[in-house]
């Protein structure tokens, strides 16, 4: 007896559907790898590498050639240089060819060999700072300005590289050790952190007291709303410098203001004094990131039933009641999500704090550490390093995050 | 609390913190309005509130009320304990007017807030609800100052000259008799330092941008949401996951294949970044909308012997097309007020955008006002947009902007 029962494995529909779904992915597949994973793994590989900014462009064999007639003898001039004080040229050489008029009398220096007009020198490895003029005797046949416009134009192959930092097999941890060793680790993790807490649940709590504001319909609500929006809209750069101007110490509004009003004596130097700095950018961060929390949760509050609110009515709860026991338990969802998002974002923040502060004044980051150590400092690797440490965290949040929107699937 | 729950008590409170918040407000606006000083008295705003707020609950009349405030704020100027302080510049007449504006702005809104509230023993429904009207008045308040001050700040001193700013930094008063050089900040950025090359060059990167984003986003929004294939929920957080990857961890390799690759400091290189940097934005937002369109039209076209692909151009993209609307509005502010990349990759003021030009203005040697010009030209074109489309822009916000 046959037994029935469904088809075992895929179909030839399924095959097809997830072939046209591989094809439809496959384009942002690749770019999103070439720009994403590429730069992650190049992350990971540069931070143990002993990097320097310049070292993006290696050293290569630089070589001046030159004609002088000195008398009765013309003498041509080879200079041939390592412009590095560090690294070794491989195969250094040249190939150059002499325009016509221009004919060797002298020895050729070793290693070189002339065939018709070409002059070929290969010198293997020179060290560092190398620095050695070749002259050779020769005779000119023609105008002798010519003939020396002539030889500084023609364009010699040039040979010889130092090798690539980046593409050697030199390895190093040095760079995690100073990031640290130094101590000033553990003071950037420290102001992360507060900015990133503080920041978040500012931005949240604030947003949540404006969301209760807007909960309800009145003429201009719509107005309203829009104007709330307008930090998170604007460019960061033009309200950045908005807030430089408004806080300058000595041009700013805001101390006139307070000075006038008599909360304080003299001006007060608000990005630029060791606590008050920090706390600044994280009231910036607050200011520019509250409209964003609050249009999520005005969204999550619109969807709550209003039967729940009547039957709280006939209950006889009052007003703080109704927003302790109702509104907020229906909050949560959306408020921890948030909260975690947030939390991601706030901390891989850069741009904010490098234009109000620059990282100075004891605000500066992680992330602003990472150009501050490869740009400022010009230590690439170490920069990498603590890219590195960015991603690492930013990988422990994830998991939290993930966990947590399996159980709040919905946003 | 219980304690409170009587309205001869709370109405003097909330009347008090009332006043002190009015004269605050009103201190603020007038300095910032005229460059004058006026400065909010603590005591006599207490004072001020709390009588206010006693006659309110005692007797409930509205005419009451008001006479009161102006009578006790007037009186209260007399003896010198105004509940605002005027500087020399004001004359009698207009310290006298503010100040009855003054009591107007208490007692007014008073009204309103302690309607209700019994002058005994009150409810916790009584109390509370006043409590509330008090917090709404203030948020209203305090959010509009927030958001507007730092706005006005920018407009005005963009406005403004060097001697006028250092002067008086409060004084925010437009001199009309300038005429048109009252935009001669602006005439300079665009004469003197290619603002409006730098305008275009943003506006063409952006719409790029967008176009790109949209042309890789959504075919892969549509396989994520729609098509059944192996590693799908792979697929989705995985978009989430890269939509999470600071920029500064991924700008410094940018940088460092950019300079080996040469494609720094040109445009074409700042083409190929953007769209890749909003490419997880989109998807992510696009999958949402497509997984809420119905499955069945779907359904319908492929019965009727549509390709998939033939599905999606005739039946999916028509449905979706606000919310490819609301993705290139984000996508585009994304692309205009991108700051990091710019200022990294472009070194050549010929090939600037706008954000990038702007920060070139950062230095000691270029006014002030300059700089806010600038940032006035990058603002009003993105507040322009917003205004104008805010429906899908709203939309587009709480979709994606879980972003910073």
Same mark, same amino acid.
């Given at each position: 007896?046959?037994?029935?029962?469904?088809?075992?494995?895929?179909?030839?529909?399924?095959?097809?559907?997830?072939?046209?779904?591989?094809?439809?992915?496959? +384009?942002?597949?690749?770019?999103?790898?070439?720009?994403?994973?590429? +730069?992650?793994?190049?992350?990971?590989?540069?931070?143990?590498?002993?990097?320097?900014?310049?070292?993006?462009?290696?050293?290569?064999?630089?070589?001046?050639?030159?004609?002088?007639?000195?008398?009765?003898?013309?003498?041509?001039?080879?200079?041939?240089?390592?412009?590095?004080?560090?690294?070794?040229?491989?195969?250094?050489?040249?190939?150059?060819?002499?325009?016509?008029?221009?004919?060797?009398?002298?020895?050729? +220096?070793?290693?070189?060999?002339?065939?018709?007009?070409?002059?070929?020198?290969?010198?293997?490895?020179?060290?560092? $700072?190398?620095?050695?003029?070749?002259?050779?005797?020769? %005779?000119?046949?023609?105008?002798?300005?010519?003939?020396?416009?002539?030889?500084?134009?023609?364009?010699?192959?040039?040979?010889?590289?130092?090798?690539?930092?980046?593409?050697?097999?030199?390895?190093?941890?040095?760079?995690?050790?100073?990031?640290?060793?130094?101590?000033?680790?553990?003071?950037?993790?420290?102001?992360?952190?507060?900015?990133?807490?503080?920041?978040?649940?500012?931005?949240?709590?604030?947003?949540?007291?404006?969301?209760?504001?807007?909960?309800?319909?009145?003429?201009?609500?719509?107005?309203?709303?829009?104007? #709330?929006?307008?930090? #998170?809209?604007?460019?960061?750069?033009?309200?950045?410098?908005?807030?430089?101007?408004?806080?300058?110490?000595?041009?700013?509004?805001?101390?006139?203001?307070?000075? %006038?009003?008599?909360?304080?004596?003299?001006?007060?130097?608000?990005?630029?004094?060791?606590?008050?700095?920090?706390?600044?950018?994280?009231?910036?961060?607050?200011?520019? #990131?509250?409209?964003?929390?609050?249009?999520?949760?005005?969204?999550?509050? %619109?969807?709550?039933?209003?039967?729940?609110?009547?039957?709280?009515?006939?209950?006889?709860?009052?007003?703080?009641?109704?927003?302790?026991?109702?509104?907020?338990?229906?909050?949560?969802?959306?408020?921890?999500?948030?909260?975690?998002?947030?939390?991601?974002?706030?901390?891989?923040?850069?741009?904010?704090?490098?234009?109000?502060?620059?990282?100075?004044? $004891?605000?500066?980051?992680?992330?602003?550490?990472? #150009?501050?150590?490869?740009?400022?400092?010009?230590?690439?690797?170490?920069?990498?390093?603590?890219?590195?440490?960015?991603?690492?965290?930013?990988?422990?949040?994830?998991?939290?995050?993930?966990?947590?929107?399996?159980?709040?699937?919905?946003? | =609390?219980?304690?409170?729950?009587?309205?001869?008590?709370?109405?003097?409170?909330?009347?008090?913190?009332?006043?002190?918040?009015?004269?605050?407000?009103?201190?603020?606006?007038?300095?910032?309005?005229?460059?004058?000083?006026?400065?909010?008295?603590?005591?006599?705003?207490?004072?001020?509130?709390?009588?206010?707020?006693?006659? !309110?609950?005692?007797?409930?009349?509205?005419?009451?009320?008001?006479?009161?405030?102006?009578?006790?704020?007037?009186?209260?100027?007399?003896?010198?304990?105004?509940?605002?302080? *005027?500087?020399?510049?004001?004359?009698?007449?207009?310290?006298?007017?503010?100040?009855?504006?003054?009591?107007?702005?208490?007692?007014?809104?008073?009204?309103?807030?302690?309607?209700?509230?019994?002058?005994?023993?009150?409810?916790?429904?009584?109390?509370?609800?006043?409590?509330?009207?008090?917090?709404?008045?203030?948020?209203?308040?305090? *959010?509009?100052?927030?958001?507007?001050?730092?706005?006005?700040?920018?407009?005005?001193?963009? =406005?403004?000259?060097?001697?006028?700013?250092?002067?008086?930094?409060?004084?925010?008063?437009?001199?009309?008799?300038?005429?048109?050089?009252?935009?001669?900040?602006?005439?300079?950025?665009?004469?003197?330092?290619?603002?409006?090359?730098?305008?275009?060059?943003?506006?063409?990167?952006?719409?790029?941008?967008?176009?790109?984003?949209?042309?890789?986003?959504?075919?892969?929004?549509?396989?994520?949401?729609?098509?059944? *294939?192996?590693?799908?929920?792979?697929?989705?957080?995985?978009?989430?996951?890269?939509?999470?990857?600071?920029?500064?961890?991924?700008?410094?390799?940018?940088?460092?294949?950019?300079?080996?690759?040469?494609?720094?400091?040109?445009?074409?290189?700042?083409?190929?970044?953007?769209?890749?940097?909003?490419?997880?934005?989109?998807?992510?937002?696009?999958?949402?909308?497509?997984?809420?369109?119905?499955?069945?039209?779907?359904?319908?076209?492929?019965?009727?012997?549509?390709?998939?692909?033939?599905?999606?151009?005739?039946?999916?993209?028509?449905?979706?097309?606000?919310?490819?609307?609301?993705?290139?509005?984000?996508?585009?502010?994304?692309?205009?007020?991108?700051?990091?990349?710019?200022?990294?990759?472009?070194?050549?003021?010929?090939?600037?955008?706008?954000?990038?030009?702007?920060?070139?203005?950062?230095?000691?040697?270029?006014?002030?006002?300059?700089?806010?010009?600038?940032?006035?030209?990058? !603002?009003?074109?993105?507040?322009?947009?917003?205004?104008?489309?805010?429906?899908?822009?709203?939309?587009?916000?709480?979709?994606?902007?879980?972003?910073?």
């Amino acid at each position: 007896m046959t037994e029935i029962s469904p088809p075992k494995g895929r179909g030839a529909l399924a095959r097809r559907e997830a072939r046209l779904a591989w094809g439809l992915l496959f +384009p942002t597949i690749t770019i999103v790898a070439l720009v994403v994973i590429i +730069p992650l793994l190049a992350i990971f590989w540069i931070s143990v590498k002993p990097v320097q900014l310049g070292d993006l462009r290696p050293a290569e064999t630089r070589l001046r050639v030159s004609l002088r007639d000195r008398g009765e003898v013309a003498q041509l001039e080879y200079r041939v240089m390592n412009p590095s004080r560090t690294a070794e040229l491989h195969g250094a050489g040249f190939t150059d060819t002499l325009p016509e008029g221009v004919t060797l009398t002298g020895d050729l +220096p070793q290693g070189c060999a002339l065939s018709g007009q070409t002059v070929t020198c290969d010198f293997g490895t020179l060290a560092p $700072g190398y620095n050695e003029r070749f002259r050779i005797d020769a %005779q000119i046949t023609g105008d002798p300005k010519t003939a020396e416009q002539a030889v500084r134009d023609a364009e010699p192959v040039v040979r010889g590289k130092a090798d690539n930092v980046l593409t050697d097999s030199t390895f190093t941890l040095e760079n995690f050790r100073k990031l640290f060793d130094s101590g000033e680790f553990w003071g950037v993790f420290g102001v992360t952190v507060f900015y990133t807490v503080f920041g978040t649940l500012g931005a949240l709590v604030v947003g949540l007291f404006a969301a209760m504001l807007l909960n309800k319909s009145f003429k201009g609500q719509g107005i309203l709303r829009g104007l #709330y929006l307008f930090p #998170y809209v604007a460019p960061v750069i033009a309200v950045a410098f908005t807030w430089i101007t408004l806080f300058d110490p000595f041009s700013g509004s805001a101390n006139a203001l307070l000075v %006038q009003m008599g909360v304080s004596q003299g001006a007060i130097n608000f990005f630029g004094q060791k606590p008050l700095a920090l706390i600044m950018v994280t009231l910036f961060e607050v200011w520019r #990131y509250f409209p964003l929390s609050f249009l999520f949760i005005l969204a999550r509050m %619109q969807s709550i039933d209003t039967d729940m609110y009547e039957a709280a009515d006939m209950d006889g709860a009052s007003p703080f009641q109704k927003f302790w026991y109702l509104s907020l338990p229906q909050l949560l969802g959306i408020l921890s999500v948030l909260f975690l998002l947030r939390f991601i974002w706030t901390f891989n923040k850069f741009d904010d704090i490098f234009l109000l502060t620059g990282g100075n004044a $004891g605000t500066r980051t992680l992330t602003v550490n990472v #150009y501050e150590q490869a740009f400022a400092i010009s230590n690439i690797g170490a920069g990498a390093a603590v890219a590195v440490v960015v991603f690492g965290c930013l990988l422990i949040f994830s998991a939290f995050f993930f966990r947590m929107i399996s159980r709040e699937e919905g946003l | =609390m219980k304690i409170l729950h009587k309205g001869w008590l709370t109405g003097p409170i909330i009347g008090a913190l009332w006043a002190l918040v009015m004269a605050v407000t009103l201190g603020v606006a007038i300095s910032f309005a005229s460059g004058e000083a006026a400065r909010p008295a603590l005591w006599g705003a207490l004072i001020l509130g709390a009588l206010t707020g006693l006659v !309110t609950v005692w007797r409930g009349n509205r005419w009451l009320t008001d006479a009161v405030a102006v009578v006790v704020a007037l009186a209260l100027m007399g003896v010198g304990l105004g509940a605002l302080q *005027f500087g020399d510049g004001f004359a009698m007449a207009s310290r006298v007017a503010l100040t009855i504006v003054l009591a107007g702005t208490v007692a007014i809104p008073l009204n309103t807030i302690l309607k209700g509230l019994p002058f005994g023993a009150a409810n916790r429904h009584e109390f509370e609800e006043a409590v509330i009207r008090f917090l709404t008045g203030f948020g209203y308040l305090f *959010f509009t100052a927030i958001v507007i001050i730092p706005f006005y700040v920018m407009v005005m001193t963009s =406005m403004k000259s060097q001697q006028e700013l250092m002067l008086n930094p409060l004084d925010f008063t437009i001199d009309l008799s300038k005429g048109w050089h009252l935009f001669d900040s602006y005439y300079e950025l665009f004469e003197r330092f290619h603002f409006g090359r730098y305008l275009w060059t943003s506006f063409y990167v952006s719409v790029l941008t967008v176009a790109l984003t949209l042309l890789f986003s959504v075919p892969g929004a549509y396989a994520v949401a729609r098509l059944r *294939f192996r590693g799908q929920k792979v697929f989705s957080r995985g978009i989430l996951l890269i939509y999470m990857v600071p920029m500064i961890v991924l700008a410094l390799p940018i940088y460092i294949a950019y300079s080996m690759v040469g494609l720094r400091n040109s445009i074409l290189g700042i083409v190929l970044i953007y769209p890749v940097t909003t490419i997880p934005v989109a998807l992510y937002m696009l999958q949402g909308y497509f997984r809420g369109l119905p499955v069945e039209v779907e359904e319908a076209g492929l019965m009727d012997g549509l390709s998939r692909l033939k599905v999606i151009w005739k039946i999916t993209l028509p449905l979706a097309l606000p919310a490819l609307a609301s993705v290139g509005l984000y996508v585009f502010m994304i692309a205009w007020n991108e700051f990091l990349l710019a200022f990294m990759l472009l070194d050549d003021p010929n090939k600037f955008t706008l954000t990038r030009g702007i920060a070139s203005l950062n230095s000691s040697e270029i006014p002030r006002q300059h700089l806010m010009a600038g940032a006035v030209i990058a !603002t009003v074109p993105i507040m322009a947009i917003f205004l104008g489309l805010e429906r899908f822009m709203t939309r587009g916000l709480t979709a994606g902007a879980v972003k910073g």
